[in-house]
């Protein structure tokens, strides 16, 4: 199956994420506020955003493309320091539908804050937040900073992407009657 990664980024973790993937498996990635590539034209879709101030950065995007979204697989990504649990779902929970949540396979990655490269609105927040979370591991990491980022943590990620890419040889050799399809020849360049 023809699938392409749709991502947003604030401050580069997650666009670093959606490069990985994509020399691991060859899907395009698409920076959903420069792009003019709609995901009605995938097969499969792997949507990857940030959580900024607990919630997915691309929330009205996915609101905007409902419907082609939940028409295909899709994998949701989200980027940030929490880990994945209960914290984490309940942010998801607060800004994605529960139909569009029952439909994608949800994968947490982490990421990256570097109180140095934020613009002054976002460390004040970040202050803030951290003088009212009780988890004192949480409440430092929003003051100081952290990087959780991992490129071996993608490897779920790319597993899930093969196993889509995968089921288009199996459809297509079901439509050949269990004949393996023959080969396409490459286009010849002019």
């Known amino acids: 199956m023809k ?26 990635t698409h920076d959903i506020r420069s792009t003019r590539a709609l995901p009605m034209d995938y097969d499969f879709l792997i949507l990857m955003s940030p959580i900024i101030y607990y ?19 899709a994998v949701l ?12 779902d309940a942010w998801l929970d607060d800004c994605v539908a529960p139909e569009m949540r029952a439909h994608m396979e949800h994968i947490a990655l982490g990421g990256r804050q570097d109180p140095a490269a934020l613009g ?11 003088r009212r979370n009780r988890d004192k591991q949480a409440a430092r990491e929003e003051r100081e900073g952290f990087d959780h980022m991992d490129k071996a943590s993608i490897a779920p990620l790319v597993d ?31």
């Open 55 to 73: 919630k997915l950065d691309f929330r009205r995007w996915l609101r905007r493309h409902r419907v082609e979204i939940m028409s295909k697989p």
């Open 160 to 190: 899930r992407i093969r196993a889509l890419q995968a089921q288009d040889l199996r459809v297509s050799r079901e439509r050949a009657g269990g004949r393996p399809m023959p080969a396409r020849k490459p286009a010849l360049a002019h």
């Open 3 to 28: 699938g392409a990664i749709f991502f947003s980024t604030r401050y580069g973790s997650t666009a670093q994420y959606a490069d990985w993937v994509a020399q691991e498996t060859g899907l395009p």
């Open 120 to 130: 002054w609105y976002d460390r004040m927040m970040l202050l803030i937040a951290a």
């Open 77 to 88: 990504v989200t980027v940030s320091g929490a880990p994945p649990g209960g914290k984490l």
